[in-house]
């Protein structure tokens, strides 16, 4: 089984969400992106790309798509105004 | 109606707003009791309002939840006190009880208060959210979830972080970097100002205390905070070369004098101006700024960034009065009160012979003169300097940008003891300065017309006496000639108060009495801040004494005491510790310097300012000690005017007839059980978390996975986590995971149709009403049940999981399956409860740790200890059903002792 690197520490994370969130917003800017896409475009891990987002959401900040049932991922856009 | 309280505020106490401790409350109210309850969460609630549905109903448990929740805090025989911890408990003698309470500080006044959430957005430190369990984020002011009753903003603080802790002059470095990481560079500039209002001088010259107390020092070097506050600084003043406000519109009509305009001097004019008094301030030299001006060299402090500092003082209508001397307080008599904030920039003497000799300079005159445009000619000339603190760091590495060929530096102490910062020394030494330490001069040598032309040296024994007073002592057969064509002496500063020596009352080395909390002086009208009290300081901790000074003065002249009243109370300084762990490794990014060929041929700064993207870095390597970092952004935020951050702790005593422990359970942490990987791979959770996940306030939109967002296909389920478990030590069974667990699978079933639920069990206890019909069910909806024991769990590819386990049916042996979500139901333990709560006596446990219940069947609830009684989970572990029978009967039980007590 291959080493797997520790989980960053949560608070960490956060922290770096609160400097990150105007990355995260610009990267919604072109259109609504999944955690993935985002995280591809911040190259960031997938993990702390969803708790920015759950907080930016929380903060209506973003905003979910609806998802349909074959899908595997929330699309996030961008709350106007934001 | 205070039956068996006889003499108490209250008749029950029940500790724990849980759906327990809400049971009895409501009951015991009902039946015209009066109680105090005390829950420690900012909410009442407990575990039950968190959760999703309860089994086997499937109600909305915040359906079930909330009428009670609001029902308690709106009983007219129920006092609620929430964010609030019973300290102590002790038996009266003449029966009862009395209790201490210690009601933390929320810092935001529940009376106004009208929970619109406003300051959580605003907020700019997140922390993880325990009302989520830790699956997301929430912010330092927050309101604990969308039903917390009552609905209200707290904030957490663990203290002051260390930085603010220890800045003189009270600026929160925490503050403006949590802002400057948000990206709100402006808010920051006037976060700072709102402290100190010379956020540019601070930027460039303060020696910056904050830096050695910061606690990322211990982990890879401190956060760059001056180099942070210079970013902001530079960049609000570029965008705004005048400042944004001008003088208050309410005048009080008082006028005061200000005698001095250095950094004490205009901070106290700065808070003075802003109370509306009519300030003019009287400087001597004929531009303001003290040593700011006049001493530190431009390549330290550049004399635009001190000017624009000066008008964020002036826009207040302050009036400075420069080349204009005050000689006499008589001069000031038309005045209310009078700040005498002159400083301490009066050479010494060294008491050796020579020492008059032309080419023996001052050091601050020599400095002096270079700021003023008239520097000496030291082009070619061999300079000594004499002295081993900041002056004379600055008069060396002056002399050298004035062309000076060789600049020696002899001090007295040695190079551990010099005053000098050690990064001034190690500058100075970089840019070609000589440093002699333990040297004390013998005489000055003088040639053929009387001027110098070297020094005899003598070697230095020791500068301190026992007692650690200046007491040098020499070894003068240790000496040695050194020649020299200028000698600048930096051997330490005088007060400038002799023109006031006959008219206040001074100390021996020349500085103003004056008191140390209020810095008022023997005159009434006089108070005085500064190096002209402290002797020579530095800037941050004159600022602080001209805040202090001002908030005195205010106090003087609208005629409220000035004793009894303490200014800027602090709070304890937050635990380093606690943090330090939380941080990885992430080195500080050197702030960028000119080479030294470069710096030593002009005045100009040689520290590059950061950029944008070097300031955030160093900002996000802040490890928000504190929690709040008192940015301030809530207050602006909030409508209702509700936020004070200067809340303290309250402690209250009550007496109470009786006892309710409602205290609930705690959950096993599963990270006791490394090998199921909880805290190591993110997608495995707990089935606290699946609850949160699943209830209609959960923090993700959906279900969904924390590693990466997706939508589970294949959930595992592993009972039994913690519990029945001697390894971990705890070998009761949980009761509730089983059927929470299946709960769970029931509602994902619904939530995600496709998706194949598996549950790992030893074996299911489905002991109460409709359990047994409730698993059924959910085996006919496709749940998978496996017997057998999950050894561990391991990722695999795309972050999904393997479980491994043994078969305790088919084909037997150790098998393994994959799943892309795994849940692991932790069981429940007892509640430890603090150490000594009840005071000369102890409450008895059972052999599992709960409270122990003397007759469960015939007295349900009684502990030990007469008139305390264990309600709902405190004493076993029970499901709500359970929790929400045994309250009404422990309740009767508490009725019946009340009456009892009541006739005896
Ligand atoms: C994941 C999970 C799912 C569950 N699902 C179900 C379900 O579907 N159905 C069901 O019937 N049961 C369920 N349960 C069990 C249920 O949560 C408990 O039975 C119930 O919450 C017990 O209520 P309580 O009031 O005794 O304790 P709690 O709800 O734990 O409340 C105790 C309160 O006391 C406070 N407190 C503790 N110490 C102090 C102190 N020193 N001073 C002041 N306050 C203090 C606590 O903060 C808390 O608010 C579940 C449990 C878990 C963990
Ligand atoms: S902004 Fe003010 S009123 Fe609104 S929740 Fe926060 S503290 Fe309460
Ligand atoms: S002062 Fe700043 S960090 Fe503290 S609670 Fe208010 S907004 Fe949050
Ligand atoms: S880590 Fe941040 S909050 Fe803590 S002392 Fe350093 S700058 Fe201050």
Redesign the pocket.
């Known amino acids: 089984m291959a080493a797997v690197a520790p989980l960053r520490d949560l608070s960490e994370v956060l922290r770096d969400g609160m400097s990150l969130q105007r990355e995260l917003l610009a990267s919604l800017a072109e259109g609504p992106k999944t955690i993935p896409e985002i995280a591809e475009v911040l190259h960031a891990p997938t993990r702390e790309v969803a708790l920015w987002v759950m907080m930016l959401r929380r903060y209506g900040k973003v905003a979910d798509l609806p998802k349909g049932a074959e899908e595997e991922y929330t699309r996030y856009r961008r709350v106007e105004g934001a | 109606m205070t039956e068996g309280g006889r003499g108490s505020d209250f008749d029950v106490l029940v ?9 009895s409350s409501l009951s015991l109210g009902d039946m015209g009791f009066h109680v105090l309850l ?4 900012p909410s ?5 309002i968190l ?6 109903t499937l109600d909305c ?1 915040s359906c079930i939840s909330t009428p009670k929740m609001a029902g308690t805090q709106n009983h007219p025989n129920v006092r609620t006190l929430v964010y ?3 300290e102590r408990i002790s038996r009266r003698p003449e029966g009862g009880f009395e209790v201490v309470v210690r009601r933390k500080p929320t810092y935001v006044d529940f009376a106004k208060c009208t929970g619109c959430s406003l300051c959580e957005t605003a907020c700019t430190v997140a922390l993880p959210d325990e009302f989520n369990a830790d699956l997301a984020a929430r912010k330092a002011a927050h309101i604990a979830f969308p039903q917390a009753v009552p609905k209200k903003a707290v904030i957490t603080r663990k203290g002051l972080s260390p930085c603010s802790h220890e800045c003189p002059a009270g600026v929160k470095p925490h503050g403006y970097i949590s802002l400057v990481r948000a990206g709100k560079y402006d808010e920051a500039f006037r976060q700072h100002l709102e402290d100190a209002p010379l956020v540019g001088v601070l930027s460039r010259a303060c020696y910056a205390p904050c830096e050695e107390a910061c606690t990322r020092a211990e982990v890879d070097g401190t956060v760059t905070i001056r180099g942070i506050k210079r970013f902001m600084a530079d960049r609000y003043y570029a965008a705004h070369p005048e400042p944004e406000y001008g003088p208050p519109k309410e005048r009080t009509g008082k006028q005061v004098a200000i005698v001095g305009s250095g950094p004490s001097g205009l901070t106290a004019a700065f808070y003075l101006g802003r109370e509306g008094h009519s300030v003019t301030i009287f400087e001597a030299a004929p531009e303001p700024g003290g040593i700011m001006r006049w001493g530190i060299p431009a390549y330290r402090l550049p004399r635009e960034v001190l000017a624009r500092d000066v008008m964020n003082v002036t826009a207040l209508g302050v009036e400075i009065r420069t080349s204009t001397a005050v000689r006499s307080l008589q001069e000031l008599h038309g005045y209310d009160a009078v700040l005498l904030a002159v400083g301490s920039t009066g050479g010494r003497k060294l008491g050796a012979p020579g020492e008059e000799a032309p080419g023996v300079v001052d050091a601050v005159e020599f400095l002096g003169g270079v700021r003023a445009g008239r520097p000496m000619d030291l082009r070619g000339k061999k300079v000594v300097v004499i002295g081993g603190g900041n002056v004379a760091m600055d008069s060396s590495r002056s002399a050298l940008r004035l062309g000076a060929a060789k600049v020696d530096l002899y001090c007295l102490e040695s190079r551990l003891e010099m005053p000098a910062h050690r990064w001034e020394v190690q500058e100075a030494e970089e840019e070609g300065i000589s440093i002699h330490p333990s040297w004390g001069v013998g005489k000055v040598e003088t040639g053929a017309e009387g001027r110098a032309t070297g020094l005899e040296m003598v070697r230095c024994s020791s500068v301190f006496d026992a007692q650690k007073r200046f007491n040098p002592t020499f070894d003068r057969t240790v000496s040695e000639r050194v020649g020299a064509e200028v000698i600048l002496l930096a051997i330490g500063l005088r007060p400038q108060t002799s023109p006031f020596a006959k008219e206040l009352e001074l100390n021996r080395g020349g500085s103003v009495k004056a008191d140390p909390e209020t810095l008022q002086t023997s005159d009434p009208r006089t108070f005085s801040a500064g190096d002209a009290v402290m002797g020579p300081a530095n800037i941050v901790r004159s600022i602080g004494q001209g805040k202090r000074a001002a908030f005195y003065i205010d106090r003087f002249l609208r005629g409220t005491p000035l004793q009894g009243i303490q200014f800027d109370v602090r709070m304890p300084v937050a635990d380093k510790a606690a943090v330090v762990a939380q941080a990885s490794s992430r080195p500080p990014r050197e702030v960028e310097r000119a080479p030294v060929a470069e710096r030593i041929r002009a005045f100009a700064p040689f520290e590059r300012a950061m950029t944008e993207e070097e300031a955030r870095y160093g900002a996000t390597r802040c490890l928000d000690c504190g929690g709040c970092s008192e940015c301030r952004e809530c207050i602006a935020a909030c409508p209702a005017d509700a936020i004070d951050l200067h809340m303290a702790t309250q402690m209250e005593t009550y007496k109470v007839g009786a006892i309710a422990l ?4 705690d ?1 096993f942490d599963a990270q006791k059980k490394p090998l199921l990987g909880f805290g190591k791979f993110p997608n495995v959770i ?3 978390q ?2 949160r996940i699943l209830a209609p306030t959960r923090p993700y939109n959906a279900v969904l996975r924390p590693s990466d967002g997706k939508s589970p296909s294949n959930i595992g389920f592993v009972l039994c986590t913690g519990s029945r478990d001697e390894q971990v030590g705890n070998r009761a069974c949980s009761r ?2 089983c ?2 667990s299946v ?2 699978a029931t509602l994902l079933m619904g939530a995600l149709p496709t998706a194949d639920i598996t549950i790992y069990y030893t074996d299911i206890r489905a002991f109460g009403k409709g359990y047994e019909e409730f698993f059924q069910q959910a085996q006919e909806m496709g749940v998978r049940f496996v017997r057998g024991k999950v050894a561990r769990v391991e990722e695999v590819d795309h972050q999904d999981l393997e479980v491994h386990y043994e078969d305790f049916e088919g084909n037997g042996g150790v098998t393994k399956a994959r799943h892309d979500l795994v849940v692991l ?2 069981g ?1 333990l007892p ?1 430890q ?2 150490d000594r ?1 009840f005071q000369g006596e102890r409450l008895e446990r059972d052999s599992l740790n709960y409270v122990r219940e003397m007759d469960e069947e015939l007295d349900p609830g009684r502990t030990n200890i007469d008139g305390v009684f264990a ?4 004493s076993a ?7 929400v029978l045994h ?1 009404g009967a422990a309740s009767a039980q508490i009725a019946a002792y009340l009456k009892r007590r009541a006739e005896a």
């Open positions: 500790i724990g707003g849980g759906i327990g401790g809400m049971e005390v829950e420690k969460e009442v609630g407990g575990k039950m959760l999703s549905k309860v089994f086997p448990a609030s911890e019973v409602a205290t609930g359970f959950v707990t089935g606290v699946m609850d509730v995971c059927m929470y709960k769970q139901a932790v429940l509640h409860l603090p709560l309600v709902g989970a405190a572990v029970r499901d709500i059903p359970d929790t309250s």
